[in-house]
């Protein structure tokens, strides 16, 4: 059996009410203010590794097209040795698009086929090993680390105000070499 202190519990009632229960909620501002700051410091190298996503995508899309034209090429002229190569090409181009995928959402299971990848393109000396270089600086070091990790993912989900776009130049790039690929598809159709 319980007991109660009856004359305690008759001044406590009704309860008092204090400004503090018409106060707006306190909100921890340091952690946002960090969040926003780790964002603001990582922005750049985090836009960056979104664009090489984009480029990715550009990549497969130029194999996934040349891929079909060979299937085109081979079949008309019924040379089915080109079939094997072709589905090589296509296999390729799929990667290519995931790997794409997973760096434009920032996706760590990607890193290690993007760096085997770039890896291989080092070989293509002068040009391209400057590029796959800066690639493999982008995935692989203390920032790109960070970039994959679930704490910048958490930094990510708490700063929806911070937008990080796609510069206007890599977009027109794009555009213009999508053209380019169009232009040479219909030449090698038609010609």
């Given at each position: 059996?319980?007991?109660?202190?009856?004359?305690?519990?008759?001044?406590?009632?009704?309860?008092?009410?204090?400004?503090?229960?018409?106060?707006?909620?306190?909100?921890?501002?340091?952690?946002?203010?960090?969040?926003?700051?780790?964002?603001?410091?990582?922005?750049s190298?985090e836009?960056?590794?979104?664009?090489?996503?984009?480029?990715?995508?550009l990549?497969?899309?130029?194999?996934?097209?040349?891929?079909?034209?060979?299937?085109?090429?081979?079949?008309?002229?019924?040379?089915?040795?080109?079939?094997?190569?072709?589905?090589?090409?296509?296999?390729?181009?799929?990667?290519?698009?995931?790997?794409?995928?997973?760096?434009?959402?920032?996706?760590?299971?990607?890193?290690?086929?993007?760096?085997?990848?770039?890896?291989?393109?080092?070989?293509?000396?002068?040009?391209?090993?400057?590029?796959?270089?800066?690639?493999?600086?982008?995935?692989?070091?203390?920032?790109?680390?960070?970039?994959?990790?679930?704490?910048?993912?958490?930094?990510?989900?708490?700063?929806?105000?911070?937008?990080?776009?796609?510069?206007?130049?890599?977009?027109?790039?794009?555009?213009?070499?999508?053209?380019?690929?169009?232009?040479?598809?219909?030449?090698?159709?038609?010609?």
């Amino acid at each position: 059996m319980c007991s109660v202190d009856r004359g305690r519990a008759h001044e406590d009632y009704p309860p008092k009410m204090t400004t503090a229960a018409y106060a707006p909620p306190q909100a921890n501002l340091e952690m946002h203010t960090g969040f926003d700051a780790d964002r603001q410091r990582m922005i750049s190298h985090e836009q960056a590794i979104r664009q090489v996503g984009s480029l990715y995508f550009l990549g497969s899309s130029v194999m996934a097209t040349s891929a079909f034209g060979m299937l085109a090429v081979s079949v008309i002229n019924a040379e089915f040795g080109l079939v094997l190569m072709t589905v090589l090409l296509a296999g390729v181009a799929a990667i290519g698009f995931w790997v794409g995928r997973g760096l434009r959402r920032l996706d760590a299971s990607v890193r290690g086929v993007a760096g085997l990848f770039s890896g291989l393109g080092l070989l293509n000396f002068p040009v391209g090993t400057l590029i796959h270089g800066y690639i493999l600086y982008l995935l692989f070091s203390q920032k790109g680390s960070h970039v994959f990790s679930s704490e910048y993912r958490e930094v990510i989900d708490n700063t929806p105000h911070i937008k990080c776009g796609t510069s206007p130049v890599v977009v027109v790039l794009a555009l213009l070499l999508l053209v380019a690929l169009l232009g040479i598809l219909i030449a090698v159709l038609l010609g």
